[in-house]
């Protein structure tokens, strides 16, 4: 039997346990994981519990609610807002922050999450997540919402859960990124992927080429080169995934490297689609922690100071090479001396013959 197998307590006790605060956010750390339970359990029933299509509710980012954006974001408080660990908590689902009931004691941490991402999955079975972010706070003075608007370089811990056909849980506390998988019988997370590291060798990248028109030229370079393969600058074939879920489009990037990228457009605001505080910056981290890099395309990601709890932020993130030269196109663009890749599809007479840039 697995007498020893080392547990999600066992692990946060030994990792935490000569951090200032350490405890502290071992414990809350603990409360996360039990509402990724709950969470786990919840999207597992999916019809049989009116678990799936739409409310006539919308969010604050005015995209319409599934009955399981509301009851993730409902767990996720509920499980954390008790045991004086959190000083407050902000959501993808809440236009301001939650403030603690006046029953329970403040903590000295601010938690913020995405309680369900990749929501427009949940009527097709394919896997979501949650994701979140924690940062410091003194528990002496109730948080305003200018305490949540800390650079990603000051989380003390991220990490997402993902429901695909096994639960698991990828975390970090600033020392590598682990995750662990839920043993549903026994109800315990379980480390089973330590130190993890991205691959630096990769022929995948993602990218909703939808939005094709509405990039930036050095995304648009980058690609175009991607596509072109063997017969184009990098020589090599690449593969393209979209799954239009964050967290189950970085896991496959921690297991097996590649390039995920949300860029900045054109289409609606031009920051991109995924949100600073509660997407990018725990998932930069947990890159950064796995040995790979996280970047707005002009920087890097966790440097970024958040002006808005819901601000949207362009994201370039997975294996470090990839990262730092989809950078260096955006950095040749912007001084005039980038040399865009034009591939024979698009020569003169072809029907797909591309307008001069
Ligand atoms: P959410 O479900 O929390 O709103 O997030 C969805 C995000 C992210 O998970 C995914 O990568 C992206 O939106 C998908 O965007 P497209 O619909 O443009 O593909
Ligand atoms: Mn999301
Ligand atoms: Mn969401």
Not at 58 to 61: E, L, R
């Given at each position: 039997m697995h007498t020893r197998r080392t547990t999600l307590s066992k692990f946060l006790i030994e990792q935490l346990k000569n951090s200032p605060d350490g405890q502290a956010l071992a414990a809350l750390l603990v409360d996360v994981s039990a509402a990724i339970k709950a969470i786990s359990a919840a999207a597992g029933k999916g019809a049989l519990e009116g678990n799936v299509g739409s409310l006539e509710t919308?969010?604050?980012?005015e995209e319409v609610q599934k009955p399981l954006d509301v009851l993730t974001n409902q767990i996720m408080l509920h499980h954390c807002d008790w045991g004086g660990l959190v000083a407050g908590m902000a959501s993808e689902e809440?236009?301001?922050p939650y403030d603690i009931p006046n029953e329970y004691a403040r903590g000295c941490h601010l938690l913020i999450f995405d309680p369900l991402d990749g929501s427009s999955n949940i009527d097709f079975n394919?896997?979501?997540g949650t994701i979140f972010s924690v940062l410091k706070h003194n528990k002496d003075t109730p948080p305003t919402e200018a305490d949540y608007l800390q650079p990603g370089n000051r989380q003390v811990a991220a990490g997402y859960a993902i429901y695909?056909?096994?639960t698991l849980l990828v975390l970090t506390v600033g020392q590598g990124?682990?995750?662990f998988t839920l043993d549903r019988e026994v109800g315990n997370f379980v480390l089973t992927h330590p130190n993890l590291r991205i691959p630096e060798e990769t022929d995948q990248f993602a990218i909703n080429a939808s939005n094709e028109r509405f990039w930036e030229p050095p995304i648009?370079?980058?690609v175009e080169e991607c596509r072109a393969g063997k017969t184009g600058p990098r020589e090599r074939d690449f593969n393209m995934r979209w799954i239009a879920s964050m967290v189950a489009d970085v896991h496959r990037i921690l297991l097996r490297g590649g390039v995920f990228t949300y860029p900045r457009d054109s289409k609606s605001s031009k920051s991109g689609r995924l949100r600073l505080l509660y997407e990018a910056s725990p998932m930069a981290m947990l890159v950064e922690q796995a040995?790979?890099?996280a970047s707005t395309g002009r920087g890097r990601l966790l440097d970024e100071p958040p002006q808005a709890l819901h601000q949207r932020v362009p994201v370039v993130l997975g294996s470090k090479s990839e990262v730092e030269r989809i950078e260096r196109y955006h950095r040749e663009f912007d001084a005039g001396t980038d040399k865009p890749f034009v591939s024979p599809l698009f020569n003169e007479?072809?029907?797909f013959r591309k307008e001069a840039r």
């Open positions: 919308v969010n604050v980012q809440m236009e301001k394919v896997a979501v695909g056909p096994a990124t682990h995750g648009q370079r980058y040995g790979g890099a007479r072809s029907l």
